[in-house]
């Protein structure tokens, strides 16, 4: 990367985290990650989404960086009817029995149920089944909240995540209390699917990011 660096014009990096070594420098671009609409919005409506919000949806590595207790954690300060699902990898095993055994010490076996990853044609189906999706990940902005919102999902996730992907509200520390309060205070239901979808169509799509990234390209610089 250093040897890239030195010798390229320009680095694209899908979000302000990415590349963190070259913050400030001219050479890095900011283009939002591409995503495949055509492949996403094949099973999307454009309707409400009026699944409930009971139902917590998590899906990425089970890895630190992740900071998935921060979710689990914030089941403690929900109604005793929320629970979250957990869809992924486990990476980092000893991180993953951590998280279980959290669950296990917090008394949240029947309401943290952890499931095994998906094949992307059967997680736009999961996509359809969820209202809220909870993200805590600090270095940047996974893929998974993104296609959610396609299907209308709203991600409760950093601030700094926030702001990346363009959403209009979100959590002002990364709290289990405050993510609890932003759920159940309900303002992201003023959301729908079309504004969730229009988001991701303007800022993150695919052919968006071919046209930041052909800006530079076609003339050289």
Partial sequence: ???AGFFCQRMFA??????????????????????????????????????PAENLLTIHRLCRSKRLELGIKALKY??????????????????????????KSGKLENRVNFKESLPMPEVRNLYKKYRVMVNMAS????????????????????????????????LEHDDPEEIAEFILQGKWKEYNVEYLQNIVKERHSLSALISKMNKYIK???
């Fill in 139 to 170: 270095e940047t902005i996974d893929k998974t909240m993104l296609e959610g919102m396609l299907f209308g999902v709203y991600p409760v996730t950093t601030k700094g995540n926030s702001e990346a992907i363009g959403l209009p509200i979100s």
């Fill in 78 to 103: 929900l109604p005793e009817d929320y629970q979250l699902d957990v869809y992924g990898r486990d990476v980092e095993r000893d991180y993953a029995d951590e998280m279980r055994v959290l669950v």
């Fill in 14 to 51: 899908a979000t302000k985290q990415s590349l963190p070594q070259y913050e400030g420098s001219p050479k890095k671009i900011i283009t939002g990650h591409g995503i495949d609409l055509n492949f996403w919005l094949k099973d999307a409506g454009n309707g409400d989404n009026n699944n």
């Fill in 219 to 221: 003339d050289g610089k």
């Fill in 1 to 3: 990367m250093r040897l």
